[in-house]
């Protein structure tokens, strides 16, 4: 299996302007992560999804920001307008549940997009 | 509120030698801790996840441990070695309301130096 794919790698735009970035997850993962990090505040988890319904979107900024998962492989962060506090390194995870546990496995993540925005 | 807390915050230590992280914890309900470990430019990549029964776990030179009781875990690095330079981060989910939620710790920055 190749991972969980993202795309762009890196993304430099400007104020103002719509960004997306996206994530293929790992086949027969049932959840799906994102997550924002900076070296201000670390790694945030953004919003969730289990089998392709968001589940928890607390961690989501403002209404800037929006994401969905129209199938189990393939998700969307969308932040639009973006800021130049946006910049950060957006990850996307996956993962499957841990039987047993009432919890998810582990989780593997992307190479992540770094967001540049001036 | 709840929170990880993780420290040192960096570290340097010499190749071969032994090292120990610490995780502080005040999630409620606690449902698992797990240890991440990211190098420079990557995603991090999970080492060990540990539930409420289980007070040890070990994945190579890597041995986490966990004190449920008094909500604290460490990460035990044996015969460090220059690729086990990177970022070790502490995460602990609980459940709530029929659904994970996870804090994350800040991190330590481990350098391991010839």
């Known amino acids: 299996d190749a991972g969980v794919i993202q795309s762009p790698r890196h993304e430099v735009t400007e104020m103002g302007q719509e960004v997306t970035l996206r994530c293929k997850p790992i086949?027969?993962?049932?959840?799906l992560f994102w997550y924002r990090q900076t070296m201000m505040r670390g790694l945030e988890l953004l919003i969730y999804?289990?089998?392709?319904?968001?589940?928890?979107d607390s961690g989501m900024p403002e209404d800037r920001f929006s994401a969905k998962m129209p199938n189990a492989s393939f998700s969307t962060l969308k932040i639009q307008p973006s800021e130049p506090r946006d910049s950060a390194v957006y990850f996307c995870?996956?993962?499957?549940?841990?039987?047993?546990?009432?919890?998810?496995?582990?989780?593997?993540f992307g190479p992540g997009t770094r967001l540049t925005v001036l | 509120k709840n929170q990880v807390e993780q420290s040192p915050q960096s570290l340097i230590i010499l190749e071969g030698k032994n090292c120990t992280l610490q995780?502080?914890?005040?999630?409620?309900?606690?449902?698992?801790l797990r240890w991440y470990k990211q190098d420079t430019g990557r995603g991090p990549v999970s080492l060990t996840i540990?539930?409420?029964?289980?007070n040890t776990k070990s994945n190579g030179r890597y041995t986490a441990t966990l004190d449920a009781d008094t909500k604290q875990s460490s990460l035990h690095i044996t015969a460090s070695q220059l690729s086990d330079s990177a970022s070790y981060i502490c995460v602990v989910s609980s459940n709530s309301g029929g659904y994970q939620k996870v804090t994350f710790g800040t991190g330590t920055k481990l350098q391991v130096i010839p």
């Open positions: 540990m539930t409420f029964s289980e």
């Open positions: 995870a996956s993962s499957r549940w841990l039987a047993g546990t009432y919890s998810y496995n582990e989780q593997f």
């Open positions: 995780c502080n914890y005040t999630v409620s309900p606690f449902s698992n």
């Open positions: 999804f289990n089998n392709n319904v968001p589940i928890d």
């Open positions: 086949s027969g993962h049932d959840y």
